[in-house]
């Protein structure tokens, strides 16, 4: 049975950093594709960024290009984001998915199966 659970969420100021955890089981890192989707409130829910660990494959969305960064531990089957120089427009809730054909990145929201309930990071001062 595939699980996802993201922790790691919390408040930060402006300019601070947060790293999230996203623990995968029923399944193995090298194998599938892990993305990070997040979603602010009243808007839709947006890519972040994605890995592949087996073929050592990262994709960032623009949001996140030069300020987080992904990375995967294939032992312990966790993927981690973590988040530098967080900006108010970062708050919403950050969800980890991947999906049975998820064999590379980026990965769609549409071709998730399945999704993490999410950790919510809130920046603010």
């Known amino acids: 049975q595939v699980q996802l659970v993201e922790s790691g969420g919390g408040l930060a100021q402006p300019g601070g950093s947060l790293r999230l955890s996203c623990a995968a089981s029923?399944?193995?890192?090298?194998?599938?594709?892990i993305g990070w989707f997040r979603q602010a409130p009243g808007k839709e829910r947006e890519r972040v960024s994605c890995?592949?660990?087996?073929?050592?494959?990262?994709w960032y969305a623009d949001i996140a290009k030069g300020r987080f960064t992904i990375s995967g531990d294939n032992v312990k089957n966790i993927v981690y984001l973590e988040m530098d120089g967080l900006k108010p427009e970062d708050t919403a809730t950050y969800y980890c998915?991947?999906?049975?054909?998820?064999?590379?990145?980026?990965?769609?929201?549409?071709?998730?199966?399945?999704w993490g309930k999410g950790t919510l990071v809130t920046v603010s001062s």
């Open positions: 998915a991947t999906g049975q054909f998820a064999s590379s990145c980026p990965v769609g929201a549409h071709g998730m199966d399945y």
């Open positions: 029923g399944f193995t890192l090298n194998w599938n594709a």
């Open positions: 890995i592949k660990s087996g073929d050592g494959i990262t």
